[in-house]
């Protein structure tokens, strides 16, 4: 079970300046109270999808089955996609697997090894492909895009699709999996027409909601997770946000202190800090949920407030050594957010050495699980101290319950959050006119998206008109070059 801890974020412990007073708090039940039953009465309207994936059978039923048949024949499981169709994979594979699964036997993995392409980076792309292909035949790909038309994903997959044609001929088709849009789109398309396996995208979930859908459960599946176990969590965690007695509701208390934070404290940037290795792709993870569902110009009726914390991922105790100098002593507009484990998947002790060295002995026979808890409280102990706040989602320990408990826990406090802020927490226009941007650059043809046309100030733009718009931004102007 996660547990959230918010005694750090009180006045009490930071002062009334920057830590949240019973007062404001009360102050905010109201508010807290009408976003939340908001969305209880958008969910059983059925507009928020997400909320339907824990108890989704026919999802988890497909996804086992598939990973049932295509499992004994693969060595490697190659995933292609980008934002949320690649985040939510690697935070499953990196809180769940041990970080060394793609070094394992093949009896101890239990499943492929894994390789999530989440990058056009050539070298990562020409690198993991050069070390693949020699297994292509034993070499599965999932390639997920919910139309099929992202540049990054489709890119990756026409090149791998032409390796897999040059080793298997006309047989590569069974080496792909497409997890797209159930109806329509580019990649569905490209399936229908040449015959590979299909797992849907739910159409009424965005990316980055999508990590219990589909989307994330096949390559967990493929690689040994208990996904049944994922959503017995997430469902779990469902129950719990339904709470109406918001005090007592843990995502409602969370989206309302990082609220009161960012509104009445002044505190713009919100940093989640796992002190674990295996729950930093969480925060990877939430970046992107938190960023683009809440990073928004106007209000939804149209006012503009050019709103959003900004979430920043740090990694306890490494960071300790990088940033905790400007946590405490630089300006004080962040709220730490720890993710902390009472339980580690392994520990190590430490060896009984040095017993005359003051400087060593305290040490002796310790546990690193030990080590790194005294870490995270002196972490928190010295914020405090600096009236920094922070709050700590505790998990019992690292399982499949407990990260599909994470995953619908932040999604439901982002929701929260969009009805606190007055803005739609579920589109990304800002991100339409970059990716359009690279389709004229790279010379698609036809029009630009009218969203796009609208952001330029006009009705409609063909592709190479932006093109031309660009040239004075792309061309390189010495007189700035150094």
Not at 29 to 37: D, W
Request: charge should be positive; include cysteine.
């Amino acid at each position: 079970m996660i547990r959230l801890y918010w005694k750090n974020a009180s006045a009490g412990v930071v002062g009334p300046e920057h830590g949240i007073s019973d007062a404001e708090l009360d102050s905010a039940g109201e508010q807290v109270c009408r976003a939340h039953q908001k969305l209880m009465a958008q969910w059983q309207a059925g507009r928020l999808g997400y909320v339907k994936l824990p108890y989704r059978r026919d999802y988890r039923d497909q996804v086992m089955q598939l990973a049932a048949e295509l499992r004994p024949g693969t060595t490697d499981l190659l995933v292609l996609g980008i934002g949320g169709s690649a985040l939510g994979n690697i935070a499953l594979q990196t809180a769940l697997n041990p970080v060394t699964y793609n070094l394992l036997s093949d009896r101890k993995r239990g499943g492929p090894r894994l390789f999530v392409l989440d990058n056009i980076d050539p070298a990562l792309v020409g690198d993991t492909l050069s070390f693949l292909g020699r297994r292509l035949k034993t070499t599965l790909v999932n390639v997920i895009s919910k139309g099929g038309e992202a540049a990054e994903t489709l890119g990756q997959f026409l090149i791998v699709r032409r390796m897999l044609q040059d080793k298997l001929g006309d047989d590569f088709a069974r080496r792909i999996v497409a997890t797209t849009d159930a109806e329509a789109g580019t990649l569905h398309d490209l399936a229908e027409a040449e015959g590979y396996e299909t797992l849907p995208v739910p159409p009424d979930v965005g990316g980055r909601f999508s990590v219990l859908s589909p989307v994330g459960l096949f390559s967990a599946a493929m690689c040994g997770v208990d996904i049944e176990a994922m959503l017995a969590g997430a469902a779990a965690m469902k129950q719990r946000v339904e709470e109406s007695d918001w005090l007592r509701n843990p995502a409602a208390l969370l989206a309302a202190i990082q609220y009161l934070a960012y509104v009445n404290k002044r505190k713009p940037l919100h940093v989640m800090m796992p002190y674990s290795n295996r729950l930093v792709g969480l925060a990877d993870w939430y970046r992107q949920l938190w960023a683009e569902s809440l990073g928004k110009r106007a209000t939804r009726n149209g006012v503009e407030i050019w709103t959003g914390p900004t979430p920043i991922k740090a990694l306890g105790a490494t960071d300790q050594h990088s940033q905790l100098q400007l946590y405490r002593q630089g300006p004080n507009d962040k709220l730490i957010v720890f993710l902390a484990a009472a339980k580690h998947p392994r520990d190590v002790r430490i060896p009984d050495a040095f017993a005359d060295s003051p400087g060593v002995s305290y040490l002796r026979k310790a546990r690193l699980s030990k080590l790194l808890a005294a870490e995270k409280a002196a972490t928190e102990y010295a914020l405090a101290r600096s009236r920094r706040p922070s709050v700590t989602l505790r998990f019992n320990s690292i399982t499949p319950q407990s990260v599909g408990e994470f995953f619908y826990l932040y999604e439901f406090a982002t929701s929260l959050m969009g009805e606190l802020l007055n803005i739609n927490a579920y589109d990304q226009p800002a991100v339409e006119l970059g990716k359009q941007a690279t389709f004229a650059l790279l010379g698609r043809g036809g029009n630009v998206k009218d969203q796009v046309a609208a952001d330029l100030g006009q009705e409609t733009i063909t592709y190479e008109e932006l093109a031309k718009q660009m040239r004075p931004f792309v061309r390189v102007d010495k007189k700035y070059l150094v």
